[in-house]
């Protein structure tokens, strides 16, 4: 993740908004419904590759658990090994959504998925100064690549809440300063699943005391909540340490698992010899990145510094599915504001990294010859085709590279992100212009 430095920001006066074209918007609305009706076709040719739901599935099950037998919630398995291991808030919205028909409910949660992945671009765009018809033809243009993003389509495929949490925790954050309830979405977003806690000292840090305060107090009200509405299962998840361990929550060492423990587990052969080593790096990594994320925010930088947080997330979970990589979405906004408003030889290193980030994370072809479904995990372990899974800690040569791609493209962005962190604090850039 790379920001524009005092030269991109002096350059902005001919950014988006001396450019605008009265085409550039029209054509963006083509794109946008060209990719719309590709994911739509693809749908209608192959339906159960594109969706089946299954997490969501595991949700509603979990919704009815809840409502029927709540002592039986964290012992509830949908098949081996599949289980309900969100908090008890989230078992207590999953019971109110349980309630609709599942017809109703997939392609529902399918439509606010697509809604929030919209939600987020927009929100971005505002928050890096972004108005008007340049603001609509980027949300459009960009809405298009995004949506063929891997973790977006896994995401989509499994009925999974990261896209709306995503969009909670952007709208937040992309509020002005003097909203009453800005930090609420943050709190909201942490009640149901525990990593979006890593904004709160990100807000602490940053001077944003309020916003803290308030996270921390709607995060505490969705304990609250809990445990008046399933005290059991509350009392097993706060106070057993069940939330602690990430083998509950599913395989560390899977290829679908691209977190730094999951990096590590893997080259060390075991999640018990990677464990120590985990915790250092982990450690390591979050107080860098927070200090970062602080740095950037400090040189107003509001943007980067929030999506800075959100990748230290990302690399110190100890499980970050690929479908938590829904956070590459805004990475791709902001490397195209970046590219936007830069000149020359930058302009183009902008656009480079915007395509490379989009084709490292794309949902290319299941089949490169002929129709098929998309890869259901991209390029996540494409350079040596299928790998036994037993094999998973005997990687080598670009097995290496291609089971753990995400969170190697993640450290990347990382240090890029850290090198401008610092840049920005010892030479602070110049007020950016709004891109009109």
Known sequence: MVLAGPGLARASGAGPASRRRGWILPIAAVACALSLAAYLAELAGHPGPMLNWYDLNVYDHAGLIARSLPRQLYAWQLRPGIKFTYTPFAAVVFAACSQLPWAVLRWL???????????????????LGWRGRARAAALLALTAVALWIEPVQRALHLGQIELVLMALIVGDLCQGDDRKWKGAGVGLAAGIKLVPLIFIPYLLLAGKRR???????????TVAAGFAALPHASAQWW????????????????????????????????VRAA??????????VTA????????????????????????????????????HWVW????????????????????WAYGALAAGVAAL?????DHWAGPGALVPHGLLGFFVGPHPVHEKYHLYGLQVMSWNLYVLAGLALFALAVVAAA?????????????G
Not at 276 to 284: D, H, K
Not at 328 to 347: E, K, N, Q, S
């Open 109 to 127: 949660m399918t439509l606010a998925s697509l809604a929030a992945l919209t939600g987020t671009v927009w929100f971005t765009l505002g928050a």
């Open 211 to 221: 916003q803290a305060a308030v996270a921390t107090a709607v995060f505490a009200g």
């Open 239 to 270: 106070l057993t340490g069940y939330f602690l361990h990430s083998g509950n929550v599913g395989d560390v060492g899977s290829l679908l698992n691209q977190s730094l423990f999951g990096l590590v587990a893997r080259v060390a052969g075991g």
């Open 275 to 284: 464990t120590g080593t985990w915790l250092g790096l982990a450690a390591a």
């Open 288 to 323: 860098l990145g927070l200090a970062a994320a602080v740095a950037l925010h400090r040189r107003g930088r509001a943007v980067q510094g929030w999506l800075m947080c959100a990748l230290t997330g990302l690399l110190v979970s100890p499980i970050s599915w690929d479908h």
């Open 328 to 347: 590459i979405v805004p990475v791709l906004v902001v490397l195209a504001d970046a590219a936007v408003r830069a000149r020359g030889a930058a302009r």
């Open 361 to 365: 994370f794309g949902a290319w072809p």
């Open 423 to 435: 840049r920005a604090w010892l030479i602070p850039a110049e007020p950016r212009l709004q891109a």
